[in-house]
């Protein structure tokens, strides 16, 4: 157990701080714990852990993705038009939406690697044309969402939130069976050393572009759950759920140098953020001084990720990697 902790010790941090956090937010909360609390607090964490998610895929391979929000949007956007009517056709809907999510994360990887392009160029080019057409689809908020296929992802099974058993199923049925897969080993050795990892043998260009693929995939069902949480599709959530899935992903321990932290830090990551801006609304802050403290909040987070590089004691080993 010990040597766990010890292997895995950015989780365990997370994990101690994230279960510290809701304690207290439990606590303080005006209405006291209570199933509707949780399921309304576990919602708008989950929508950030996949984006959390989605950019933990495109760090983790020493590369990044300011595309995530935008990929949110157009995929929210979409599920406005197709999730509603037959059973078949819902279903179709969501199997698109998840479809155009995973094609956005191919084209930046496509671009990224055969066009020998830097991560932040392409996905910061890509998110204003992801944006653009969310805004060819839903011009102004709207649409609807299948009210029934909403209630059942969004409330709670015998007092247990959904949000927190799909987060659950995530982990324990996608994230452990891919750790120890040939992609998911491969994802940290290109983020550790592509030089190392090609010697060996890795396919680096498509590990790379697998990993952005599935960046792609999780902000679509990030961009997904935000259509079940609110029933309508919004092209204008892109720019803060950018910066908030960086924010999430360093609070989790990973590293913005690639090759450290796991699906479960940026989930815990996520996590914690939402449960911070959830404590200041209750903290009597002011509504206007809420968005400074935040701002400052996320500065830090990313702050303290980049000052990873400070430890290096050669710093081109970072640069050579």
């Excluded at 057409?133 to 209630?151: E, M, S």
Aim: charged residues 10%; glycine residues 12%; hydrophobic residues 55%.
């Amino acid at each position: 157990m010990l040597e766990y902790m010890r292997a895995n010790r950015r989780e365990v941090v997370a994990g101690a701080v994230l279960i510290a956090l809701i304690t207290y937010y439990l606590a303080t909360h005006p209405s006291g714990p209570n199933t509707y609390v949780l399921t309304i607090w576990a919602n708008q964490c989950l929508i950030l852990a996949l984006a959390a998610a989605a950019q933990f895929f495109a760090v983790v391979v020493r590369g990044i993705d300011l595309s995530v929000g935008a990929v949110m949007a157009l995929a929210n956007t979409l599920a406005s038009h197709l999730l509603d009517g037959s059973a078949a056709s819902i279903a179709l809907g969501i199997g698109a939406v998840v479809l155009i999510g995973a094609a956005c994360g191919l084209i930046n990887g496509l671009l990224i690697v055969f066009g020998r392009l830097q991560a932040i160029v392409v996905t910061l080019a890509s998110a204003s044309v992801f944006v653009g057409l969310a805004l060819l689809l839903r011009p102004t908020p709207g649409g609807q969402i299948n009210y029934d296929l909403a209630d059942a992802m969004t409330l709670d099974v015998f007092g247990i939130p959904t949000a927190i058993i799909i987060t659950i199923v995530l982990v324990i049925c996608f994230w452990m069976p891919l750790r120890r897969t040939g992609l998911g080993l491969g994802i940290y050795a290109v983020g550790s050393s592509e030089q190392a990892a090609f010697q060996s043998g890795l396919n680096v260009n498509l590990i790379k572009i697998l990993s952005y693929t599935l960046a792609g995939v999780f902000a679509g069902l990030a961009g997904l759950y935000y259509g079940f949480v609110t029933t309508t599709g919004d092209a204008g959530i892109a720019a803060s759920f950018t910066l908030n899935s960086i924010a999430a992903a360093v609070l989790g321990g990973v590293l913005l140098r690639g090759g450290v932290g796991s699906l479960v830090g940026a989930f815990a990551g996520a996590f914690i953020l939402k449960t911070i801006a959830s404590l200041m609304f209750f903290s009597g802050i002011p509504s206007l001084a809420q968005p400074l403290f935040e701002g400052l909040i996320l500065a830090a987070a990313i702050a303290i990720g980049g000052a990873d590089v400070l430890r290096v004691r050669d710093k081109l080993e970072v640069f050579a990697r």
